[in-house]
């Protein structure tokens, strides 16, 4: 029987734990907050999946090969459309409350760049939470052992193998194998939709232990996050309802630079509102919901609040009334597509280690992952990565002994002159919606003048500082080594940058 460590609580987590507890191992998930809280809880689009008789496998992989601009694996996203029912029927037979129609048809949606309606949500904008809750209900119920509030601060490797986990303050988990489900990285932009804890954990740890790790420069800006109070995202679902995006004049700017307008990929309708606010100062641009459903102000705010209950909250709670009025709105860092290279298993080239979710680089997304196939990711890959760990081989024998947590020569914390905010600050302005050879340079020679000084980590805040600022430069690393423009990778000072994004004049 096999031990398993899982590092991560979010969809792809909690599904590899469950697959691995159903194989006959023991297992463990260690996550840093409650088991809760994870990127999963706030993902409000909902999860793609050709469910409808009239929709095809076929049609969804060959949306999400478009999406990915060329550079998604065709074998991956084949594994992706053709198991995603599936896994989606697993979801609802744990509990998953999809919405319905009156006949209690399951519901779905449309979402930018999605040839058909494909789209389930539950609780109008809290599919996310939804999801969460019917997982670690299982999870509560099965006798996986769970470690909340403890953070892993590097994998334990023997003989060149993972054997398990170290935690901060000194307590070690060992384990047959370890499943990184961490996460991605949001939380090195000054604007992002991601919630506290995604601060590159998973793939530091995995760089740190020696992982391949690619395809960092391709990340996702969601284009509409309200631009007053704290960052808040509006889901594409809305925009898939027919609200419209405005500059302050009023003029509908997106079909200016695709022909599908707000419902163009994420990438391009994020450089469009980018640019659109360099033109007016910086200032943000416009969501137009008030022709959304009907013609009266009052049936339209009901069906919104009825719609979209958390979005309508949240916009209601700044004071705004979006049935009535436009609102600001403005891209943040919202999904990473790279991250550490597995197969389709999950499998790392670190023996011993795997990796699901966003952390991982599955090839499913490319260069653009396509609107809603990131929960549909966790669940399909979590579950074959959790099958996997429970009865691969463990390897070669490994020497008794207790293993050393891999260090990294560099590891440790800026000191005295980088602060987090600055971090963020600087990713935004030199490797953010769009970048050139100038700013990106400027920021690894920052990057590298923080590393030089730094210190090692001691508290968890100095530990996520420590992988966030790992994170940036391999990041920043990437996009200068990708000189093209591709996907949600937009390069100024690229002749051909032109070609993909018409509209660039002041946004760099």
Do not use: C
Not at 312 to 321: E, Q, T
Not at 361 to 382: C, K, P, W
């Amino acid at each position: 029987m096999s031990t398993i460590v899982v590092v991560g609580s979010g969809i792809a987590g909690l599904t590899a734990a469950l697959h691995a507890d159903a194989g006959g191992s023991t297992v463990a998930i260690v996550t840093k907050s409650e088991l809760a809280e994870a990127n999963t809880r706030y993902a409000q689009g909902g999860i793609a999946g050709a469910l409808s008789p009239d929709d095809r496998t076929a049609d969804h992989a060959h949306d999400t090969l478009v999406a990915g601009a060329g550079l998604a694996d065709p074998a991956a996203v084949e594994v992706l459309v053709t198991e995603g029912p599936d896994r989606i029927r697993d979801l609802i037979a744990a509990g998953v409350r999809f919405d319905r129609d009156t006949d209690g048809t399951l519901r779905a949606g449309l979402e930018g760049a999605h040839s058909f309606p494909r789209i389930l949500h539950a609780g109008g904008d809290a599919t996310g939470a939804e999801i969460e809750r019917a997982l670690v209900e299982q999870i509560r119920r099965s006798g996986i052992r769970v470690l909340e509030h403890s953070f892993a601060t590097d994998l334990v490797l023997r003989s060149g193998r993972v054997v398990g986990v170290e935690l901060l303050g000194g307590e070690r988990v060992e384990a047959d194998a370890v499943i990184l489900a961490t996460g991605g990285a949001g939380r090195l932009f000054a604007h992002s939709t991601n919630p506290a804890v995604a601060t590159g954990d998973g793939i530091a740890l995995a760089a740190r232990a020696g992982a391949d790790v690619r395809d960092l420069e391709f990340v996702q800006f969601h284009p509409t996050v309200l631009a007053t109070g704290d960052a808040f995202l509006v889901s594409e679902a809305v925009r898939g309802e027919g609200a419209v995006l405005r500059d302050e004049s009023g003029r509908r700017f997106t079909l200016d630079v695709h022909p599908d307008g707000e419902l163009a990929p994420r990438d391009v309708v994020a450089r469009a509102i980018t640019a659109a606010m360099a033109r007016q100062g910086g200032r943000p641009v416009l969501l137009d919901a008030t022709a959304v459903h009907s013609a009266d102000p009052d049936e339209r705010s009901r069906f919104l609040a009825a719609r979209f209950p958390t979005i309508d909250a949240a916009v209601r709670s700044r004071g705004l009334d979006w049935a009535r009025e436009l609102i600001p709105v403005t891209p943040a860092a919202h999904y990473l597509m790279g991250g550490v290279v597995t197969d389709l298993d999950g499998r790392t080239d670190v023996p011993g280690l795997y990796a699901v979710g966003e952390v991982a680089r599955t090839g499913v997304h490319g260069a653009n992952r396509l609107a809603s196939n990131s929960l549909l990711e966790g669940a399909v890959f979590g579950a074959r990565a959790g099958d996997a760990a429970a009865t691969d081989d463990p390897g070669w024998p490994v020497p008794a002994g207790g293993g050393t947590p891999v260090q990294a020569a560099t590891d440790g914390i800026p000191h005295p002159h980088f602060g987090r905010r600055a971090l963020q600050d600087l990713m935004w302005a030199d490797a953010g919606v769009t970048r050139d050879g100038e700013g990106l340079r400027r920021a690894a020679r920052v990057l590298a003048g923080w590393r030089a000084s730094s210190i090692p980590p001691v508290t968890l805040a100095e530990h996520e500082d420590a992988n966030l600022l790992l994170v940036a430069e391999l990041m920043v690393a990437a996009a200068l080594a990708r000189t093209g423009s591709v996907g949600s990778h937009l390069r100024t000072d690229d002749p051909a940058a032109a070609l993909i994004h018409p509209d660039l004049e002041g946004a760099a």
